[in-house]
């Protein structure tokens, strides 16, 4: 089991950035992956951008080239760069961890993208 907070979410015009942060309960060395997803107003969830142990990454199409996953094992911390965001990337942001059949989420954090 593991406790994820999710922190860095805010207000931002739009072609700013920010930096989301997951913060686990434990270590995430053994993590097999975890991921940003996000669920906007009426939308279901969708994947953003995922990392695995051997730190490969996989993205949406749409964010590609403008968000940037990472993994800090000592600090038992997943980032999310968001560069050049756009109204449409206004969501809440959810951290999932994914550990063996389990996966387990935060409690998600607001980014707002202003036009």
């Known amino acids: 089991q593991v406790q994820l907070v999710e922190s860095g979410g805010g207000l931002v015009q739009a072609g700013g950035s920010l930096r989301l942060s997951c913060a686990a309960s434990?270590?995430?060395?053994?993590?097999?992956?975890m991921g940003w997803y996000r669920q906007a107003p009426g939308k279901q969830r969708e994947l953003v951008a995922s990392i695995a142990s051997d730190t490969s990454t996989n993205y949406a199409d749409s964010v590609k080239g403008r968000f940037t996953i990472s993994r800090d094992n000592a600090k038992n911390t997943v980032y999310l760069q968001m560069n050049s965001l756009k109204p449409e990337d206004t969501a809440v942001y959810y951290c999932n961890a994914a550990v063996g059949l389990f996966g387990f989420w935060g409690q998600g954090t607001q980014v707002t993208v202003s036009s």
């Open positions: 434990r270590s995430i060395f053994s993590i097999n992956a």
